[in-house]
C-alpha cells in the first residue's frame, strides 16, 4: 500500500509562488510515474503535470506551462511542484498521485492513476 501526504498549500497573491511537495512511503516509490492534479470548486479534476519514474521526461496542462515545473527527488521519495507566476484561476485542491507504471511515457487522465494523496489547498488573490 502506497501512501501519498502533500504539503506547501497556500495563500498568495497573484504573481507569487509557491512549492507543494508529494511525500510517498514504500520502497517502490522511484519506480513509477507521478502526476499532479486539481480541482476547483464545480469543476471536475483536471491535469496539472506529470513526471516519469527517472524524472527523464515531464508534461504539463497548456494553462501551465512555463509557468510551473514538477520534479522529484527519488532519494527523499518526494515529487515536487514548483509553481511561479500564480494566478487567480490557478485555485484549488491540489492533489499528487501515482501510477504503477515504469515507462517513459506519462499519463494525463486521473483515472490512469492509482493512488491519491488528500490534497492541499491553493488559494491566489486577485
Known amino acids: 500500500q502506497v501512501q501519498l501526504v502533500e504539503s506547501g498549500g497556500g495563500l498568495v497573491q497573484a504573481g507569487g509562488s509557491l512549492r507543494l511537495s508529494c511525500a510517498a512511503s514504500?520502497?517502490?516509490?522511484?519506480?513509477?510515474?507521478m502526476g499532479w492534479f486539481r480541482q476547483a470548486p464545480g469543476k471536475e479534476r483536471e491535469f496539472v503535470a506529470a513526471?516519469?519514474?527517472?524524472?527523464?521526461?515531464?508534461e504539463y496542462a497548456d494553462s501551465v506551462k512555463g509557468r510551473f515545473t514538477i520534479s522529484r527527488d527519488n532519494a527523499k521519495n518526494t515529487v515536487y511542484l514548483q509553481m511561479n507566476s500564480l494566478k487567480p484561476e490557478d485555485t484549488a485542491v491540489y492533489y499528487c498521485a501515482l501510477r504503477r507504471y515504469r515507462g517513459v511515457v506519462v499519463a494525463k487522465r486521473w483515472d490512469e492513476y492509482d493512488y491519491w494523496g488528500q490534497g492541499t489547498q491553493v488559494t491566489v488573490s486577485s
Open positions: 514504500g520502497r517502490t516509490f522511484s519506480t513509477y510515474n
Open positions: 513526471i516519469n519514474w527517472s524524472g527523464s521526461n515531464t
